[in-house]
């Protein structure tokens, strides 16, 4: 038997690959992230601030912002802090807690895209029913029960993988503690967490992905026979919206997974889209286009000098 140091501090190594570059990474990211929290909290002002805003599609859409607002979070003023030239260091309860919020926050990422596919198909196909199907009771249970799930997701991953020994190297190969990076360091068999992981994760996403497909192809069939060309227009974007977000978010993913072998570089490209490009695009994709939203948003801040253009 050998003796063994139990690991209680871990170094993150950061991004593979960008030796060097970390005056740039910093100025980068700190712009991202500066970006997603302005961009969210105008989002989440423009809805508490205007009753006309306080409909289903605008309650998920606010969910959507604190998600995105703590997403982006979760790895992005760690890697700030270390960008800058402060320690790479983070506690073993500071990792767990790290890989705890990033699953609990993709999972509920998932679930709250498909609710909001969900919205949109009633919208669309049961208009005249809309708010008795979508009223405020099923929306709080909805809405919750997305964060639900993403909790209880969570907890599986974070306890099958911080109850293994972790007695070896401290040195995390990335920029931030995700199961892939932390499982090569335990001293024990990872098979467990592994499988249940990649189960986890993959099967969420797909059942996900296929539930809004159902729902748009449902929400297409319904516009397609609208007799009214305007109507037509008119149920489109309310919908292209959501479609785009969801693009972003789906779209990365896709790619890595048919890559046969995406390399470690590629992985953190994909993963830096999901966790802070795309929180900073979600306000913009839903109210560049958004008349209510812009509104909202000049009768929040009158003397300001807060301007936006009606077209």
């Given at each position: 038997?050998?003796?063994?140091?139990?690991?209680?501090?871990?170094?993150?190594?950061?991004?593979p690959?960008?030796?060097g570059?970390?005056?740039?990474?910093?100025?980068?990211?700190?712009?991202?992230?500066?970006?997603?929290?302005l961009?969210?909290?105008?989002?989440?002002?423009?809805i508490?601030?205007?009753?006309?805003?306080?409909?289903?599609?605008?309650?998920?859409?606010?969910?959507?912002?604190?998600?995105?607002?703590?997403?982006?979070s979760t790895?992005?003023?760690?890697?700030?802090?270390?960008?800058?030239g402060?320690?790479?260091?983070?506690?073993s309860?500071?990792?767990?807690?790290?890989?705890?919020?990033?699953?609990?926050?993709?999972?509920?990422e998932?679930?709250?895209?498909?609710?909001?596919?969900?919205?949109?198909?009633?919208?669309?196909?049961?208009?005249?029913?809309?708010?008795?199907?979508?009223?405020r009771?099923?929306?709080?249970?909805?809405?919750?029960?997305?964060?639900?799930?993403?909790?209880?997701?969570?907890?599986i991953?974070?306890?099958?993988?911080f109850?293994?020994s972790?007695?070896?190297?401290n040195?995390v190969?990335?920029?931030?503690?995700?199961?892939?990076?932390?499982?090569?360091?335990?001293?024990?068999?990872?098979?467990?967490?592994?499988?249940?992981?990649?189960?986890?994760v993959?099967l969420l996403?797909l059942?996900?992905?296929?539930?809004?497909?159902?729902s748009?192809?449902?929400i297409?069939?319904?516009?397609?026979?609208l007799?009214?060309a305007?109507?037509?227009?008119?149920?489109?974007?309310?919908?292209?919206?959501?479609?785009?977000?969801?693009?972003?978010?789906?779209?990365?993913v896709?790619?890595?997974?048919?890559?046969?072998?995406?390399?470690?570089?590629?992985?953190a490209?994909?993963q830096?889209?999901n966790?802070?490009?795309?929180?900073m695009?979600?306000?913009?994709?839903?109210?560049?286009?958004?008349?209510?939203?812009?509104?909202?948003l000049?009768?929040?801040?009158?003397r300001?000098?807060?301007?936006?253009?009606?077209?």
């Amino acid at each position: 038997m050998r003796n063994h140091t139990v690991v209680t501090e871990y170094t993150l190594l950061g991004i593979p690959e960008t030796e060097g570059l970390e005056t740039v990474l910093l100025f980068l990211f700190s712009s991202l992230y500066l970006c997603t929290v302005l961009g969210n909290v105008l989002i989440l002002t423009a809805i508490i601030s205007s009753s006309r805003l306080h409909t289903p599609m605008y309650f998920f859409l606010a969910n959507l912002s604190v998600f995105d607002l703590g997403f982006s979070s979760t790895t992005a003023p760690k890697m700030l802090s270390y960008l800058s030239g402060l320690s790479q260091g983070i506690s073993s309860q500071g990792c767990a807690t790290q890989l705890f919020f990033y699953h609990f926050l993709g999972c509920t990422e998932c679930l709250l895209y498909t609710v909001m596919a969900y919205d949109r198909f009633v919208a669309i196909c049961f208009p005249l029913r809309y708010m008795v199907l979508m009223n405020r009771r099923v929306c709080s249970i909805l809405a919750a029960g997305t964060w639900m799930g993403g909790c209880i997701h969570a907890i599986i991953l974070t306890s099958l993988t911080f109850q293994l020994s972790y007695c070896g190297s401290n040195k995390v190969s990335y920029y931030f503690c995700d199961i892939p990076a932390i499982l090569p360091l335990a001293c024990g068999d990872t098979s467990l967490a592994q499988r249940v992981g990649f189960t986890n994760v993959g099967l969420l996403s797909l059942i996900c992905f296929f539930l809004i497909l159902v729902s748009y192809t449902r929400i297409g069939i319904a516009i397609s026979k609208l007799r009214s060309a305007e109507g037509r227009q008119r149920a489109f974007s309310t919908c292209s919206a959501h479609m785009t977000a969801i693009l972003c978010a789906y779209g990365p993913v896709i790619i890595i997974y048919l890559q046969p072998n995406p390399s470690a570089l590629l992985g953190a490209i994909i993963q830096i889209l999901n966790n802070h490009v795309t929180p900073m695009l979600n306000p913009l994709i839903y109210s560049l286009r958004n008349q209510d939203v812009k509104s909202a948003l000049r009768d929040a801040f009158p003397r300001t000098g807060f301007t936006l253009k009606k077209n």
